[in-house]
């Protein structure tokens, strides 16, 4: 490293000339030492910021989370917007200058007058009317524009009209019916088949006036001089077999067990005068008849011949609770518009209403192509039925051509 000298006489020091290897050594020394403090300044300006306090980290989840769930909410209102669109639906809008007073009275919630109810939590009655009102607006403000506590005009068939397009159950309530006198009904059994006045039905609405004319008119395929109960086809139904297609009421008794197991049964075939219900009352068997009055008064008939009518559309669920009836008739009305969506729905309601081991009996369903039959087919096999008769089979139409229809009885099974 070299030598140094300290001469203090003169006050002065002086240092000898080192070697070119210590000289060397200083300078890589000197090197390492700004080398290491420059390291050291970069890391010192360059370090990581420190790490956020935990609170700021479920700041940032809850920040995320709430973006979530306005965007789901956003979303579902969107949804909403589509389905309504589609469906042509809109809550009805009362402030419409067309909307009748009584409409609007109606469809108003009115609170409960002592407050709360402690056992259902509402606290005001709401109006039970159907969506597809909306679409038949007009039509149900002439039909709500009636004078309240009076006497209801006589247009039922207005009713109907939006009954059959969706709207039911009606808004009409502080009306009263007009008022038809019942002179000359018959005793029960002799009113089944009893021919009756054309005094005993209302006639406004329709295009016949009386019986006569509605016995000359095919009013359907299960109605050709259906109000004639004591001559010609009628009487004859169900105790006698013109085709394959055709059961004996007997015989479908025996199949559920007899008339001590069939008690109560539901008619929805639609468009008869009953005769169905009358032959099972002749059997200790009550039937529900569900009916409209298309052209012609069926529910009044019905009644008169001592039967229960139910004035019910099939687009709508059954006013009855669950596995109540031992038998279903059905037929034609099955077909439901022929579009199978609705056909699956009344397939299902249905189901619902009949308990286990109870008979479904479809008399005479018209096939008019192997898709129908096939689809109905398909439908029945899903809930796995039990076919304790099946049969497809022909008849000749008034035309002369063929026409293919489906008759069956079939058993409700159990299921898990």
């Known amino acids: 490293m070299g030598s140094v000298s300290l001469k203090i006489g003169d006050g002065t020091a002086r240092f000898k000339r080192g070697s070119f290897c210590s000289s060397a050594a200083n300078l890589l020394m000197l090197f390492s030492v700004v080398t290491t403090n420059l390291f050291a300044l970069y890391a010192f300006t360059h370090r990581p910021p420190p790490p956020p306090p935990p609170h700021h980290h ?81 039509l149900l403000s002439q039909f709500m524009a009636y004078k309240p506590y009076g006497t209801c005009p006589d247009d039922w068939s207005l009713g109907q009209r939006l009954i059959l397009q969706g709207c039911e159950p009606l808004p009409r309530r502080r009306c009263s019916g007009k008022i038809i006198p019942k002179f000359g009904l018959q005793s029960y059994p002799n009113s089944l088949w009893t021919n009756v006045s054309d005094k005993m039905c209302s006639w406004s609405g329709l295009g016949c006036k009386n019986f006569t004319c509605l016995n000359a008119k095919k009013l359907g395929r299960d109605c050709a001089g259906c109000f004639d109960i004591r001559h010609g086809y009628e009487p004859q139904k169900y105790v006698k077999a013109w085709s394959k297609n055709d059961f004996l009421i007997d015989d479908v008794l025996a199949m559920g067990g007899g008339s001590s197991l069939i008690r109560v049964g539901f008619d929805i075939r639609g468009g008869g005068s009953g005769t169905f219900a ?139």
Not at 90 to 108: N, V, W, Y
Not at 380 to 391: A, D, H, L, N, P
Not at 392 to 400: F, L
Request: proline share 5%; charged share 25%.
């Open 58 to 138: 479920l700041s940032l989840i809850s920040d995320q989370v709430s973006l979530i769930l306005r965007q789901i909410d956003s979303s579902q209102k969107k949804l909403s917007q589509i389905e309504k669109h589609l469906l042509g639906y809109q809550t009805i809008d009362l402030s419409r200058p067309q909307i009748a007073p009584e409409l609007k009275e109606f469809l108003t919630p009115h609170p409960l007058p002592l407050g709360k109810d402690s056992r259902t939590g509402i606290t005001s009655m709401a109006a039970s009317v159907a969506h597809s009102c909306e679409k038949s607006i007009d």
């Open 278 to 416: 009358a032959r099972m009352a002749e059997r200790n068997v009550t039937i529900v008849t569900a009916s409209m009055n298309v052209d012609a008064p069926f529910n009044e008939f019905v009644a008169t011949r001592g039967l229960f009518p139910l004035y019910l559309s099939l687009n709508h669920r059954f006013p009855f609770y669950d596995n109540v009836f031992d038998l279903v008739y059905a037929g034609n009305g099955l077909d439901v518009a022929g579009r199978p969506e609705k056909l699956e729905f009344l397939m299902f309601d249905i189901d619902r209403v009949l308990r286990v081991g109870g008979l479904l009996w479809i008399d005479n369903f018209y096939c008019v192509s192997d898709d129908k039959r096939r689809a109905l087919t398909r439908i029945i096999e899903r809930f796995g039925y039990k076919k304790s008769k099946w049969v497809v089979g022909e008849k000749v139409a008034g035309d002369g051509k063929s026409e293919v229809y489906l008759s069956a009885v079939l058993q409700k099974p159990v299921r898990p």
